[in-house]
């Protein structure tokens, strides 16, 4: 393994790096001699380190691939050759060297950088991740074209920080072998998916299976043996075993890959002399590489986990005086949950955890020391992970998924066939519901209500605050069918939480203040920028809690009481809460003026959570001065109408 600056705390200043700062795209560090490379990486991983500590960000994942990264764009003619990152987060050093290096401090910020490869950034950013797994499929297609237009061009996919683990990268591993593309799949192995197998004699092997010499004897001993179809079992079986003794790639080779390695993915200069061997190498090729996550940074070598993403380190000004003691923290909305699992699971037996690989997003951490045989982390496989619990359903468990919205979209199909048509009893917790700052539109929850709402059988819930949530999710596990509740990442306004667990009836919704000409009926978190809006207005607010099934007799009684329904949901207008609404009164034959507020008909890019609810007008600004010039509208209607 090559010698490397091993840092132990973040730098405050900016690092010297006199060669970094000579390269702003590939194209100049492939002018470098290669034996002033490890010297690059070093310079790269300690701006990266000061870089994210002034922005923070995902954090781990990019110095664990940072020699890859180097070797991969001193091998590979980039951006004409594709580059495709699987997780996204994986990204960072990639950004720094594709002309981004200045604008690293910009990072998930309001009209910045995007935290994952986006195509409208950069040429080299070949394609979009904000999720996993999808790399394989999309290098393939992208091979694909390459060989029908005859460019030469090479597709390499890495895939890892545990985005293996997904049924679509076996899909496209499965197709690419079977159409004997011209790509390279790079597995970044850093223990969160395959086994390692590291060492001198692992790596001298990789040189070899990487070799010209070794495939091309490969080659023509098959072309020589064709006539004889034993003689080709028996030597395709001895070649299996034989790499089997000395790699885990069998299932690889049987997908129709090459299999290569495992090697030290932090040995730089071994990287670049077996990519050079690769590039050389025709059809579908598998590189393992296996690194450390958080390599270089001693804390998060420790702590992959904890350093997966890290917030801004913010100085210590001198003398700093003594903290001021302030109120008790809020809680997280997810930390709402983990709580209310946990104490579900003490009352019922039935109850299960399952999550895709989100065990700390999601608090499951307690529960899955508490009650680690009802506990199942099914690993980045959301579709999985539903059918999982529907079966879990089907005799008698009472399992809870708890998934971010955003990837519950991926499990759609399971929802509808194998939960909802069999109308089995599985509780969602679907956190992450709404804007989610500075990851932006690939984690953002916008559409569940939407998606969820139109599916028969199913119970959508919309709690407003986190006793709300703690209540409604109580009442989804006593109820016997399939039932959702959405909650959105962060903290909660600080309503006091009732350890008493009170089942609330289906479909009623409550009224929070009594009002006069406009009503706000709220779907969510919301209700509090609903409220001062209301104040100013001298609105009636309603908290309906349900979007499915709706509190008709509620929302008819609004109608009938006022001149203007409003409804406030984060999220999609478009087929949301507010359409339910719509739905609802036309259905009656009630005509009145609704005004729908949510998120508009476009994807929301990264910022702040309340930056971005302003610029959709669901701040209590945005939500008093779009009512205020409704009802204006409406006053000039009526008086044009009497004249």
């Known amino acids: 393994m090559q010698d490397t600056y091993i840092f132990k705390e973040i730098p405050s200043q900016r690092p010297n790096t006199p060669l970094l700062d000579r390269i702003d795209i590939p194209s100049q560090l492939r002018e470098l001699p290669s034996d002033q490379l490890v010297q690059f990486a070093r310079e790269l991983r300690a701006f990266l380190l000061w870089t994210v500590g002034q922005t923070g960000g995902h954090f781990g994942a990019g110095l664990g691939v940072l020699e890859l990264t180097v070797a991969l764009h001193y091998v590979f003619n980039t951006p004409e050759d594709r580059l495709v990152w699987d997780v996204g987060h994986q990204a960072y050093p990639h950004?720094?060297?594709?002309?981004?290096?200045?604008?690293?401090?910009?990072?998930?910020?309001?009209?910045?950088?995007?935290?994952?490869?986006?195509?409208?950034?950069?040429?080299?950013?070949?394609?979009?991740?904000?999720?996993?797994?999808?790399?394989?499929?999309?290098?393939?297609?992208?091979?694909?074209?390459?060989?029908?237009?005859n460019t030469g061009r090479k597709s390499i996919a890495v895939i890892g920080d545990g985005a293996m683990t997904a049924g679509i990268a076996f899909e496209a591993l499965n197709h690419a072998g079977h159409l004997h593309a011209d790509m390279l799949v790079i597995l970044n192995d850093n223990d969160m998916s395959i086994s390692r197998n590291v060492g001198g004699l692992s790596n001298y092997f990789a040189k070899l299976l990487s070799s010209r010499t070794y495939n091309q004897v490969?080659?023509?001993?098959?072309?020589?043996?064709?006539?004889?179809?034993?003689?080709?079992?028996?030597?395709?079986?001895?070649?299996?075993?034989?790499?089997?003794?000395?790699?885990?790639?069998?299932?690889f080779?049987?997908?129709?890959?090459?299999?290569?390695?495992?090697?030290?993915?932090?040995?730089?200069?071994?990287?670049?002399?077996?990519?050079?061997?690769?590039?050389?190498?025709?059809?579908?090729?598998?590189?393992?590489?296996?690194?450390?996550?958080?390599?270089?940074?001693?804390?998060?070598?420790?702590d992959p986990i904890g350093y997966h993403a890290i917030n801004k380190i913010e100085p210590v000004p001198p003398n700093k005086p003594e903290p001021v003691k302030s109120a008790p923290a809020k809680q997280k909305y997810a930390n709402v949950f983990g709580q209310w699992l946990c104490d579900a699971a003490e009352q019922d037996e039935r109850v299960n955890g399952i999550t895709p690989a989100m065990c700390e997003g999601s608090d499951l951490l307690a529960f899955s020391e508490r009650f680690p045989d009802r506990y199942f982390d099914v690993a980045i496989a959301e579709q999985h992970a539903v059918t999982l619990a529907a079966g879990m359903a089907c005799d008698g468990a009472k399992p809870v998924v708890a998934i971010y919205s955003t990837f519950l979209q991926r499990a759609y199909d399971q929802l509808i066939h194998d939960v909802a048509i069999q109308n089995l009893d599985v509780l969602f917790a679907i956190d992450r519901a709404g804007l989610v700052g500075e990851d932006?539109?690939?984690?953002?929850?916008?559409?569940?209500?939407?998606?969820?709402?139109?599916?028969?059988?199913?119970?959508?819930?919309?709690?407003?605050d986190e006793n709300e949530t703690?209540?409604?999710?109580?009442?989804?596990?006593?109820f016997e069918g399939p039932a959702a509740v959405r909650y959105p990442r962060g903290t909660g306004p600080g309503a006091e939480i009732q350890e008493e667990l009170t089942p609330q009836a289906i479909g009623k919704g409550r009224k929070v203040r009594e009002g006069s000409g406009v009503a706000i009926l709220n779907f969510g978190t919301l209700l509090t920028p609903a409220l001062e809006a209301a104040e100013k207005l001298g609105a009636t607010v309603a908290d309906m809690r349900f979007v499915k099934p709706l509190d008709e007799a509620l929302v008819l009684e609004l109608a009938e009481q006022h001149a203007l329904l409003v409804t406030l949901e984060?999220?999609?207008?478009?087929?949301?809460?507010?359409?339910?609404?719509?739905?609802?009164?036309?259905?009656?034959?009630?005509?009145?003026?609704?005004?729908?507020?949510?998120?508009?008909?476009?994807?929301?890019?990264?910022?702040?959570?309340?930056?971005?609810?302003?610029?959709?007008?669901?701040?209590?600004?945005?939500?008093?001065?779009?009512?205020?010039?409704r009802m204006e509208r409406l006053q000039h209607q009526r008086l044009k109408a009497v004249k």
């Open 95 to 149: 950004k720094i060297l594709t002309g981004r290096r200045e604008q690293m401090g910009s990072i998930r910020r309001k009209n910045g950088l995007a935290g994952f490869p986006k195509r409208a950034e950069s040429e080299y950013d070949t394609f979009g991740v904000g999720h996993s797994s999808t790399s394989i499929s999309a290098a393939l297609g992208m091979a694909v074209a390459a060989r029908q237009q």
């Open 218 to 251: 490969r080659d023509s001993s098959k072309k020589v043996l064709q006539g004889a179809p034993n003689l080709m079992a028996l030597a395709k079986k001895t070649e299996e075993h034989f790499k089997g003794m000395i790699a885990p790639g069998t299932l």
């Open 253 to 302: 080779e049987e997908l129709g890959f090459n299999y290569i390695g495992p090697i030290d993915g932090h040995d730089l200069p071994l990287l670049v002399e077996t990519l050079e061997n690769i590039r050389e190498l025709e059809g579908p090729q598998f590189l393992h590489v296996v690194t450390t996550k958080g390599k270089g940074f001693a804390p998060a070598e420790a």
């Open 440 to 464: 932006g539109p690939t984690h953002a929850g916008a559409f569940d209500i939407s998606y969820l709402r139109c599916i028969p059988n199913m119970v959508l819930m919309t709690p407003s």
């Open 470 to 478: 703690r209540q409604l999710l109580h009442t989804g596990m006593l």
């Open 570 to 629: 984060e999220n999609a207008i478009a087929g949301g809460a507010g359409s339910a609404v719509t739905e609802l009164l036309n259905s009656q034959e009630v005509t009145m003026p609704v005004l729908q507020l949510g998120l508009p008909d476009t994807f929301i890019d990264h910022g702040k959570h309340e930056e971005l609810l302003k610029d959709c007008g669901l701040d209590a600004h945005g939500i008093f001065s779009t009512i205020r010039s």
